[in-house]
């Protein structure tokens, strides 16, 4: 099961990557895929849900441990994956956020 949700988080990456358009042209394929999202979304929580489930249960009963061992180490690298991001955009020395001072235009007129 948790190879399982490693499989959904795929999916979601390319259904999300999917519906990205050029910029400027609205939202329409992010619309388009959201039914496609949510499922996944709630497929990969019951993924999650169950393999937690089972994971507990191979330990606690004392059936295959190890297997039990490895999905839980998998969701945990799971959980780092995806987590990465939002931790490394909270330090400012991995992440480059322009200020007030650095302006991403030029006024009208200047050659650069």
């Known amino acids: 099961m948790s190879i399982g949700a490693w499989g ?5 990456v390319i ?8 910029p400027g042209d609205g939202d329409h394929g ?4 959201a039914p496609y999202l949510y499922a996944t979304l709630a497929l990969s929580a019951l993924v999650l849900l169950g393999c937690l489930v089972s994971s507990a249960l191979a330990i606690a009963l004392r059936r295959q441990r190890a297997g039990g061992v490895v ?3 998998l969701l945990g690298v799971l959980a780092v994956v995806v987590l ?4 490394a955009s909270r330090s400012h020395s991995l992440v480059f ?3 007030a001072s650095a302006p991403i235009w030029q006024a009208a007129g200047v050659q650069g």
């Open 8 to 12: 959904c988080l795929f999916m979601l």
């Open 15 to 22: 259904v999300v990557m999917g519906s990205m358009g050029m």
């Open 30 to 33: 992010m619309r388009a895929a």
């Open 71 to 73: 999905a839980v180490a």
């Open 84 to 87: 990465l991001p939002m931790w």
């Open 97 to 99: 956020a322009p200020g």
